[in-house]
């Protein structure tokens, strides 16, 4: 490059850097990821902790334990409600579920999700109330008005079904719908207490549901109250600090992963593809876990949900440049490690390795100072971006200030005229961020030209291996260029709401109904205080809740799934099966649905539903028999039905993983519960605060120790159901009641019984095994990404016909990329489960299964970048490429795309992969030799930007395919190889 555009760059970025606010520096010592030094030096002078220190670090944070003790606050509450005389007349025999019902509603989220968690916990238990009277009165109805004993062999059959079908129906909608967990629960609740205690109840009686009733809905609501009045969390605010957290973490990730690719030396920076993806996607899933909670809420605010919904969709698009970054830097360390192992051979030492790899660091040193005034912009642009998030809101409070709630926030004042100075900034054209930011991206697109011309002279006499580092130059150039452009488009946004949104104002909720039925559910986790937010959560990792389930991912229909459509003549739409040909009059179409139907009988959550419902009612038995009703109320046998309903789980590896915890924590209760009647010994005050002491240890442990989290749930709820119990005996002076161990005893029976039943209930008629739904899913999941490549691909293939994909095309592609990335998260929670799955027949191959869910992972990652690459190629250098060796780009992709279906098949079948077949190394290699054949790099008819992202295409591609020889090897060693010589040798 000539030596005045060096110069002019060179000034430009100390121009860039002279801007930068003087508390910039700090923002960057205090954001950017330190590398940890090799020195011995440097860790020689480090002092060691302090036994102060080490205290210290243990201890919460104000955010932890501002939830722990909102959440205690409520249970206390609960408490005193259930053992106050009073209160608890009102509520009559079933006071004591306003405390336990607390225990699953921790109110301490957002108020628009704990007002969504509470409406469909309400509504269920109200479902669950109209089925029971429907129950009530039917039973009724059935007995022998004659008889005086009102338990009797009809009504308990008719009240036997009418549990049979409740709980069948609460444990389908449970697997099905996520969201709906709160709902369940409180309808198993209401219904298991209901419906058995309504056999010893003679008339038709409607009180005895209301006594159920009244608790369930008194909890809801005084979980809101709390909520609502101690220490509200803002769901916006909310929003802006985890948006600050992720603007943050990719300014960081961006800047640091720019300098080490710049550097002609090879830093000590660790990143491969699984941390690129890590690393990326966490902060994204929780902002867009944030939206999903402003979108539930009225808020008071300049912003509305729309706005950050938009803001949200912004960010996203930062993630396939912030992974094409990423991705430059592996691949350059890639020609590090190749240019070590070429030196380490001096017999066989590659000439032409070392040529390219000098090429390309020329390449790096001619286009460093161009690339460092870009990417300095951006960070400018970012971190003012960041700075400007609290003036579209309330300003959030600090610890100080949340310590002393509710009174007035400290130092205000200083807030608005940072507020005053910002809109100034932000709305004067010769100060807007957006201005730099542009002249940056203008200044850093005329020389492009110009460095096009100079790696063309630098490239046109060297071999065609060279091209290679070529493309890795074009690859980290496109995508700090879309990063700046994903920038800008952010700067402008928050720019044009600075203009617009003069003022705080109202804004209501604008979801549909369907689309709020059918969103997935929040994350319970989301929350914080200021300067906790990331320590927060950084403990909750990729949780089943955050990632959402698909809903419609049943193994049992992945058959189903990959088949094609056909029609019949009337328009309906079949998938075509291979047995039998599309229904076409009325007879077929009745016996289609019937096994449609047949099919649905037989699916895994249709068994494990009926399972458990037919085990409820075989446990309720007693209290349908006239001869052992006394007995089973005395114990209070429902708890053991409402235990084996909630911890029944369909998957062996995760029942057997919480079976321990489950029986250790049901222990513990016990033991805590009679600690803390022997401590108090009846006395209500001394109760309530001992248990208040209790309960906020247990909450932390629950709220941020995820392996114990069941274990500090089935403490509380053991402990609860001790206390109150023993205490109603000592209060109404029952006589002959069961001192305190005793009661432990029971309760901790009652649970271990529901636990024993359930895991029972799991081998029959077979359990479902982990490890083969994994496998399973990992067949479904690359049949996806299958799906997924030969549309990104199509453009490459068939040359443009002037039209595009239609927006909501494009809305269903990302869909298609969400899904992929939720199932992989949930492959990776069975992966990890496996280990508690005993290994009856052999061990399972989890290094195998490890590598091969590694390998999706980043093939998914992949996708998403060719996808953005594709996309933004111009559309006259896109149909030059698709028109350039058509039928051989056709043999290449059938390859890889026969590859994919086969690894798909081989996994969901297990039949092994054929003996003779195109890898994808070999692919790769016959179109490359056409290909070179064809085209020369650098030809006049192409621009720079349409150079740019067929370079970036060209990359991600190659990194696929060499992800997809690791997965074929990966399923080679799973399923094997059907090699027609073994066949003859075992037929000799």
């Known amino acids: 490059m000539p030596n005045q555009d060096m110069e002019m760059l060179n000034q430009q970025r100390q121009s860039t850097e002279d801007h930068v606010p003087s508390s910039e520096n700090d923002k960057k010592e205090s954001t950017t990821i330190r590398v940890p030094t090799t020195n011995a030096s440097a860790k020689s002078d480090k002092p060691p902790p302090t036994m102060f220190s080490r205290l210290k670090n243990m201890m919460p944070t104000f955010a932890q334990s501002r939830k722990t003790i909102k959440s205690s606050i409520a249970l206390a509450l609960a408490l005193i409600i259930n053992i106050n005389p009073t209160t608890r007349g009102a509520l009559g025999d079933g006071a004591l579920l306003v405390t336990i019902v607390m225990v699953f509603y921790f109110p301490s ?37 004659t008889n005086p004993v009102p338990v009797q062999p009809a009504c308990s059959a008719v009240l036997a079904v009418f549990l049979f079908v409740a709980t069948f129906v609460i444990n389908y909608v449970r697997m099905k719908l996520p969201k709906a967990n709160f709902a369940c629960i409180n309808a ?8 058995t205690q309504v056999s010893i109840i003679p008339g038709f009686y409607p009180i005895l549901i209301w006594s159920f009733m009244k608790p369930i809905a008194l909890a809801g609501g005084l979980s809101l109250a709390v909520n609502y009045f101690i220490w509200p969390d803002d769901s916006v605010t909310n929003y802006m600090l985890v948006l600050k957290k992720t603007l943050l973490g990719c300014k960081s990730f961006v800047k640091e992963h720019s300098d080490a690719f710049l550097e002609t030396s090879l830093g000590d920076l660790e990143t491969t593809l699984p941390t690129i993806l890590s690393k990326v996607q966490g902060d994204i899933l929780m902002l867009i876990d944030s939206k999903r909670a402003v979108q539930r809420e009225i808020i008071y605010s300049r912003v509305s949900a729309q706005d950050l919904s938009n803001i949200t969709r912004i960010v996203k698009a930062l993630r396939p440049t912030i992974h094409g970054i990423g ?19 001096d017999e066989s030492k590659d000439e032409n390795l070392d040529g390219e790899f000098e090429k390309l660091l020329q390449s790096i040193q001619s286009m460093q100072p161009a690339c460092e005034v870009l990417v300095d912009a951006s960070q400018t642009a970012i971190t003012q971006c960041v700075s400007s998030l609290d003036h579209f809101h309330r300003f959030v409070r600090t610890t100080l200030n949340s310590i002393l709630w509710p009174f007035p926030r400290f130092f205000y004042s200083g807030n608005i005229e940072a507020r005053k100075q910002q809109h100034i900034e932000m709305t004067t054209p010769s100060t807007c961020p957006s201005e730099k930011l542009q002249q940056a991206i203008n200044q850093f697109d005329e020389m492009a030209g110009d460095r096009l011309e100079y790696f063309k002279s630098l490239y046109r006499n060297g071999s065609s291996s060279e091209h290679r580092s070529l493309y890795l130059i074009y690859l980290y150039q496109y995508n700090i260029r879309e990063n700046a452009l994903c920038t800008l488009q952010l700067i402008k946004y928050m720019e044009e709401l600075e203009k617009t949104r003069p003022g705080r104002r109202l804004w209501f909720p604008h979801m549909s109904i369907r689309k709020w039925f059918k969103s997935p559910e929040v994350d319970a986790n989301i929350g914080g205080d200021a300067n906790n937010y990331g320590e927060m959560n950084q403990q909750q990792g990729m949780t089943l809740v955050r990632t959402a389930t698909r809903q419609d991912m049943n193994t049992n229909n992945a058959s189903t799934e990959k088949r094609s459509i056909t029609k019949t003549v009337g328009g309906r739409v079949y998938m075509r099966d291979a047995d039998v040909e599309a229904p076409v009059t009325l007879r077929e179409r009745f016996f289609y649905r019937t096994q449609i139907v047949s099919e649905w009988l037989f699916e895994t959550d249709t068994v494990f539903a009926f399972k458990t419902a037919v085990g409820v009612v075989l446990g309720a038995i007693p209290c349908y028999m006239a001869s052992q009703v006394s007995w089973y109320f005395a114990w209070h046998g429902q708890w053991a039905l409402i235990t084996l309903v909630l911890w029944m789980t369909p998957m062996t590896g995760m029942f057997n993983f919480t079976l321990l915890l489950k029986v250790i924590g049901t222990i513990l209760g016990g033991v805590f519960g009679i600690v803390v009647w022997e401590i108090t010994q009846g006395n209500p005050y001394a109760l309530v605060v001992v248990c208040f002491i209790v309960f ?30 023993e205490y109603d005996f000592k209060r109404y002076g029952t006589t002959n009641y069961d001192p305190v161990w005793t009661l432990a005893g029971k309760r ?35 049949y996806d990404i299958e799906r997924s490549y030969s549309i990104v691909n199509a453009s490459v293939i068939c040359a443009s016909n002037g039209k595009s994909r239609t927006e909501a095309q494009e809305k269903s592609f990302r869909q298609l990329s969400l899904d992929i990335r939720r199932q992989i998260e949930d492959e990776r929670m069975f992966l990890l489960l496996s280990v508690f799955e005993p290994p009856l027949r052999g061990k399972f191959p989890k290094d195998t299964y490890a590598k091969l869910l590694g390998s999706v992972d980043n093939m998914a990652g992949l996708i998403q970048g060719m996808s953005h690459s594709v ?72 621009s720079p930007e349409a150079f740019s992202g067929y370079s970036a295409y060209i990359l991600n591609s190659n990194t696929f395919l060499e992800e997809l020889q690791t997965l074929l090897k990966a399923v080679e060693d799973l399923v094997g190889i059907d090699d027609p010589n073994e066949w003859l040798r075992s037929r000799a």
């Open 327 to 345: 991705l430059s830097w592996v691949l350059k360390k890639q020609y590090y490690a190749e240019k070590k192992d070429s030196e380490n051979k």
């Open 871 to 942: 996309r933004n190629v111009d559309p006259v250098w896109r149909n030059i490429v698709a028109n350039t060796l058509i039928q051989e780009r056709k043999d290449y992709l059938t390859a890889i795309m026969t590859t994919l279906k086969l690894t798909s098949s081989a996994l969901a079948t297990k039949l092994p992969l054929p003996p003779y077949m195109i890898s994808p190394d070999e692919a790769r290699r016959r179109f490359k030799t056409a290909l070179e054949q064809k085209i020369q790099n650098g030809a006049p008819e192409v």
């Open 748 to 782: 901790v029976l009652l649970v271990l019984i529901g636990i024993i039943a359930s895991s029972v209930l799991m081998i029959i008629p077979y359990p479902v095994i982990g490890r083969v739904e994994l496998r399973k899913r990992l067949s479904q999941t690359i």
């Open 696 to 725: 906020l240890p247990l909450y932390h442990v629950f709220f941020y120790g995820n392996t114990l989290r069941i274990v500090a749930l089935m403490i509380k709820v053991t402990m609860l159901l001790i206390v109150v119990y």
């Open 109 to 145: 989220k957002t108020i628009g999700v704990q007002t969504e968690a509470v409406v469909y916990g309400t509504f269920g238990a109200l479902v669950g109330a109209a089925w029971c009277f429907l129950g009530m009165y039917l039973g009724n109805l059935a007995r022998d008005k």
């Open 188 to 195: 198993c609740i209401q219904t298991t207490m209901a419906l």
